[in-house]
Each structure stands twice: as C-alpha cells, then as structure tokens.
C-alpha cells in the first residue's frame, strides 16, 4: 500500500468505519458518452470507454452504510487485465501492450521471468491493487457542497444549458448527501486532506 493508502485507512479505522469493495463488472458510468456501443469493452488498448472497471464500495459503522459506484482508471483496469491475461500462462513479454507496462526496462528485451520479479518488484513498491482502496474512494468522494447549479457549472467547466451538466450535477448532489448523513462535520473537515 502507498502512504496515501495507508492514511485513508488509519482515519477510517480512527473514525471506526469499515471500508469493503466488490468488483462488479465494466459498465459504463454516467458521464461516459459511449454506453451504447459495448464493442470494446474488457479489450485495449481503446478509442472508446476510457474508464476502468465498476465497483462497488462499502462505508460501514455500526448500523450505518453507505455505498458508492467507483470506476478505477483505465490504466489501472488494463495493467489488472494484463495480470490476468499474463496469469493464464500467455507469456506476457511478447504482448505488444507489456512494453507500455510501468515495470518493464523498455532499453531491452525482457523474459517472462524477468517480467515478473520486475512486477513483483513494482507492485510491492507502489501499493498496485486491482481493487480500488479506501483511498481510492475518499479522494474521489464529493466532500463539500458545490452550491447551486450555476455555481456548478461554472467551476467545473460545464455549460449551463447542458441536460448531461445538469444530470451530472444532480449525481454530485446525490453523492454529498450520502457522504454528509454517514459523516460527522468535523470529519469531513478531516477528509478534505484525504485528495
């Protein structure tokens, strides 16, 4: 795990929630323009679909939970569908996309035994999981309120007479006010170092 990974974790232990995930598939969220055109989904590299993989993440204290749809990048995703592909026994180091992996030494050719001690190395190094952490999920959460739709739309770039825009501001609201009623204000004063 990184240090940013190790931190969610102990304020989210400090705080007494749980943190659980589940993968779910590669549907599309919403923002994605695509959703009608599954073609590439689970392929790469891709023109289209330039999400990862849908999950689903659990916040739980006593009895309360809340949970969220978290879709992790597409790098993560393909970097996971490589470790799965390499897990079949395909021999990885041929795979045109191996060469763009963030462990490979791209001065020379590597064995297939030098790809994974090389991997090993990387993922131990830099916390890599296929599955988004509480970090991954607290970073990304709507901590603050973003006010009315016009105050919306002018800091996040929108067009104000946009139905995507407005739809996806009515998603930001909706995510707030779960994240407000599971948390205290004094600790979402707290998760706003966690970005």
């Known amino acids: 795990m990184s240090a940013y990974d190790d931190k969610a974790a102990a304020l989210l232990k400090e705080m007494g929630v749980e943190f659980s995930v589940r ?19 689970g392929k790469f590299p891709r023109k289209k679909h330039i999400h990862g993989d849908q999950h689903l993440c659990w916040l739980a204290r006593g009895q309360k939970l809340v949970t969220f749809d978290f879709w992790n990048s597409y790098r993560d995703q393909e970097i ?8 079949r026994g395909n ?35 830099t916390g890599f999981s296929k599955l988004p952490t509480a970090y991954s999920l607290l970073a990304c959460l709507q901590k603050s309120d973003v006010g009315t739709f016009k105050d919306f739309c002018s800091e996040f770039g929108y067009s ?32 706003q170092d966690i970005a």
């Not at 779910?24 to 989904?41: I, L, T, W, Y």
Request: charged share 35%; with cysteine.
């Open 160 to 191: 104000d007479d946009s139905i995507r825009a407005l739809e996806t501001y009515r998603a930001v609201q909706e995510e707030f006010e779960k994240v407000r009623r599971f948390f205290t204000a004094s600790e979402l004063e707290r998760l």
């Open 80 to 87: 996971a569908h490589h470790l799965e592909w390499d897990s």
């Open 91 to 125: 021999g990885c180091f041929i795979h045109d996309l191996w060469r763009d992996a963030p462990w490979i030494d791209k001065k020379r050719d590597v064995t297939h035994g030098d790809h994974v001690r090389a991997y090993r190395a990387w993922s131990k190094k």
């Open 23 to 41: 993968y779910v598939g590669n549907g599309c969220p919403r923002f994605c323009k695509d959703q009608d055109d599954m073609s590439e989904a």
